[in-house]
């Protein structure tokens, strides 16, 4: 089975899908969201190609990680990219998605909470190929793929 993580940026969105037959990485990319689209059309091209991406890779399961409650500096851009992500999972022919803050992420992936960070700065490996040469929303989209395992 295929799964996907998702990670929401202001400007782009990273995902990773995973093969969890043989727990690989298929693909880890980032959609970047053109400097020029106003608010409605840069969601709308999140949207179009996120279910390019589902149908392409044949994701059966995904995951989305969102802001943390407590977050510092809540991002609107961030938090409209991921209502729109959702939506996006809700349109497609996923059998289960999950939304998930630090918790419910580590919980789902099998993982102590407490390893989250210090795997997403590259410090502790979850046993992934190349994980220090990867961005940080690299590693979460990831993590957020393994715990779509469970969605």
């Known amino acids: 089975m295929k799964t996907i993580g998702i990670r929401a940026a202001p400007s782009a969105v990273t995902f990773a899908v995973i093969d969890t037959n043989d727990n690989s990485v298929v693909n880890v990319e980032k959609i970047k969201i053109p400097a020029a689209f106003a608010t409605p059309d840069a969601l709308k091209y999140i949207r179009s190609s996120l279910l390019d991406i589902l149908r392409e890779y044949d994701v059966e399961q995904a995951g989305v990680r969102v802001t943390e409650s407590q977050a510092d500096s809540p991002s609107v851009e961030r938090s409209q990219i991921e ?50 040469k990867m961005t940080k929303e690299a590693r979460e989209a990831i993590l957020c793929a393994m715990g779509a395992r469970n969605a």
């Open 83 to 132: 209502g729109v992500i959702q939506e996006a999972f809700a349109s497609s022919n996923l059998k289960a998605y999950y939304v998930g803050q630090i918790a419910s992420i580590s919980a789902r992936a099998g993982f102590d909470r407490a390893r989250f960070k210090p795997m997403v700065a590259g410090e502790d490996n979850p046993g992934v190929e190349n994980w220090g």
